[in-house]
């Protein structure tokens, strides 16, 4: 059982930033795939940016969000950011980090990010 904790979330103003991070209770972030989501009031929950396991790190970035988040791991400390960079209203959404493996995928808990106008 892996367990994921998000942290980072809070209340910012439109142009802001802010950085999640994404910490696991095992030493298994090298090997799975790694997926900020995100799911606003009444919306299914979305993809927002992904990175791959291993050493080449392929990122994804939804087209929402390109140019302003940027994804990265630091597998030494089993943990994934998402940092986050001029941020719009449209941001705002409780934000899911997942670790997929081949055959199981782990969600955190999540956590609310709230950009005001």
């Known amino acids: 059982q892996v367990q994921l904790a998000e942290s980072g979330g809070g209340l910012v103003r439109a142009g802001g930033s802010l950085r999640l991070s994404c910490t696991a209770s095992?030493?298994?972030?090298?090997?799975?795939?790694m997926g900020w989501y995100r799911q606003a009031a009444g919306e299914q929950r979305e993809l927002v940016a992904s990175?791959?396991?291993?050493?080449?790190?392929?990122?994804y970035y939804a087209d929402s969000v390109k140019g302003r988040f940027t994804i990265s791991r630091d597998s030494a400390k089993n943990t994934v950011y998402l940092q986050m960079g001029s941020l719009k209203p449209e941001d705002t959404a409780v934000y899911y980090c997942?670790?997929?493996?081949?055959?199981?995928?782990?969600w955190g808990q999540g956590t609310q990010v709230t950009v005001s106008s």
């Open positions: 095992k030493n298994t972030i090298s090997g799975a795939s």
């Open positions: 997942a670790a997929h493996f081949i055959l199981e995928t782990y």
């Open positions: 990175i791959t396991s291993g050493r080449s790190g392929n990122t």
